[in-house]
């Protein structure tokens, strides 16, 4: 019987100082699209030190969007949470004795929408059709009061001779068109 009390002893002391001597934690959660509600596979859950923002331990969710990190020592920690496409998620957390396992619980992620700011939306000066180039004149600046030999020396890769021929590309122009109707040169 003596025995018997020995090692229920020696059993208690073992669990007692295995429970006092526990010094890591865990936290555990599940990632979830708050529009569509569908959980969010291979989002990063990062464990920053809380001080100096240095990584401690990360993660990826699993398919159902749960995710567990094991094994954190006791201290303050920022948790970061990431998913492309989302805005990220941020909490702070204390592991502890008292409380060794945080449970977020469901952790419901916004997409992320970016503003653009101001955009202008402008036309190509050049388009080419088939056999054709088409050149947008307004994207070329001449002098006011110019005439149109001196728009089409701007265009590159168009030549005006001092007889007037138009050259593009090295090959005389057969004809040349305004708005699509042909405009008559000399």
């Known amino acids: ?27 555990k959660g599940k990632l979830v699209d708050t529009t569509s509600k569908q959980s969010l596979k291979d989002a990063t859950v990062t464990l920053l030190d809380a001080r100096d923002s240095t990584l401690e331990l990360f993660g990826l969710a699993k398919e159902d969007g749960s995710f567990e990190i094991l094994n954190i020592s006791f201290g303050t920690y920022l948790v970061h949470i990431a998913f492309q496409g989302y805005e990220p998620v941020f909490k702070t957390i204390t592991i502890s004795k008292a409380e060794p396992v945080n449970n977020f619980g469901r952790v419901y992620m916004k997409q992320s929408f970016n503003d653009l700011g101001n955009v202008t939306v402008t036309q190509s000066p050049i388009s080419i059709k088939h056999d054709t180039i088409e050149y947008n004149a307004s994207s070329f600046k001449t002098k006011p009061n110019a ?3 001196d728009l089409l020396k701007k265009f590159p890769g168009m030549d005006v001779d001092k007889s007037g021929t138009i050259k593009a590309q090295g090959e005389t122009v057969q004809r040349v068109l305004v708005d699509g109707k042909r405009f008559f040169w000399r």
């Open 147 to 149: 005439v149109v030999e």
């Open 1 to 27: 019987m003596a025995l018997k009390n020995l090692l229920a002893c020696i059993l208690l002391l073992g669990i007692g100082s295995s429970a006092m001597a526990q010094t890591s934690g865990s936290i």
